[in-house]
């Protein structure tokens, strides 16, 4: 008499085991979702303001390089003059580019293993 509860809370406890683990792995893969979810939606806000800001230099560029045009009277000297301070941009950026790529990489890091509102309850 006595074997057949020890098996059964054997059984019962190695079901409740398997439940656990199953939703553990449910919990992980939310938590691994919503992180994916924001950080794609992160990507998504950086590219659009990235592609608007590209359209607004671009044609600022062109207004600039006529407006240079002008005052220089030659089309070549004002659109080297733009040319020269995009260059001059991307010199900026090349030389603060560690610092940029750790920015971004804490930022992930932040979305990946920071702390959120779900978290803390």
Same mark, same amino acid.
């Given at each position: 008499?006595?074997?057949?509860?020890?098996?059964?809370?054997?059984?019962?406890?190695?079901?409740?085991?398997?439940?656990?683990?199953?939703?553990?792995?449910?919990?992980?893969k939310l938590?691994?979702?919503?992180?994916?979810?924001?950080? +794609?939606? *992160?990507?998504?806000?950086? =590219?659009?303001?990235?592609?608007?800001?590209?359209? !607004?230099?671009? /044609?600022? %560029?062109?207004?600039?390089?006529?407006?240079?045009?002008?005052?220089?009277?030659?089309?070549?000297?004002?659109?080297?003059?733009?040319?020269?301070?995009?260059?001059?941009?991307?010199?900026? +950026?090349? *030389?603060?580019?560690?610092? =940029?790529?750790?920015?971004?990489?804490?930022?992930? !890091?932040r979305i /990946?293993? %920071?702390?959120?509102?779900?978290?803390?309850?």
């Amino acid at each position: 008499m006595e074997e057949e509860p020890v098996e059964d809370f054997f059984t019962a406890s190695g079901k409740q085991l398997e439940q656990y683990v199953q939703d553990r792995i449910l919990l992980l893969k939310l938590q691994a979702t919503e992180k994916t979810a924001r950080l +794609v939606a *992160l990507l998504f806000s950086v =590219l659009m303001i990235s592609l608007l800001a590209f359209f !607004i230099l671009l /044609f600022l %560029g062109f207004m600039a390089g006529n407006y240079f045009a002008g005052i220089t009277g030659n089309i070549y000297s004002g659109y080297a003059i733009v040319t020269g301070f995009y260059m001059l941009l991307l010199l900026i +950026v090349l *030389l603060y580019r560690k610092k =940029l790529n750790k920015k971004v990489i804490n930022l992930v !890091i932040r979305i /990946f293993f %920071g702390k959120n509102e779900a978290d803390e309850k």
